[in-house]
């Protein structure tokens, strides 16, 4: 799915959601410089995988927040972890670095990677934002919403603290 099939696909399932088009953003930085309604929903996402190749996981976590993956690796007992390269995310996500985000799981085809989301999403506003596909939009959703999309997906989903 790009960015216009993620838009189809909401709006064939009837799900409120806000859109945002904005210029291309490739990290949180400049994310931060834009005017978006929701800075709160804003999600990092990191896409990683174990040492033998075996497990990929998309880590979600509020926008603000730094990722320590030794210790995400020793809370959730998984093998020595490292950024997955550009083509396993190509290949798995259907996105390019800088693009990174919850909606390239529709892509997973496989249902290889699993979904990791910081449960400091669930509360306050109960919003998260995402990019189509695309960095040069920003979808906002409720985050259940996100959850249920990805569980029809097929997706393994956990909720983490980071």
Do not use: W
């Amino acid at each position: 799915m790009q960015k216009q099939d993620i838009y189809a696909y909401l709006k064939m399932k009837n799900i409120r959601h806000e859109i945002i088009e904005h210029k291309a953003v490739y990290h949180m930085e400049e994310a931060s410089k834009l005017e978006l309604p929701y800075p709160e929903a804003d999600g990092k996402n990191l896409f990683i995988r174990d040492d033998k190749k075996r497990n990929y996981y998309l880590l979600t976590v509020k926008g603000d927040k730094k990722v320590n993956l030794k210790a995400f690796r020793e809370k959730n007992h998984t093998r020595a972890l490292s950024f997955a390269p550009e083509h396993d995310l190509m290949d798995m996500l259907g996105v390019t670095a800088g693009a990174v985000t919850p909606f390239g799981l529709l892509n997973d085809s496989e249902r290889k990677v699993q979904f990791c989301i910081d449960k400091d999403f669930f509360g306050g506003s109960q919003m998260i934002g995402g990019h189509p596909n695309d960095n040069t939009a920003t979808v906002y959703l409720k985050v259940e919403v996100l959850i249920r999309i990805i569980e029809e997906h097929g997706n393994q989903i956990y909720v983490v603290e980071f």
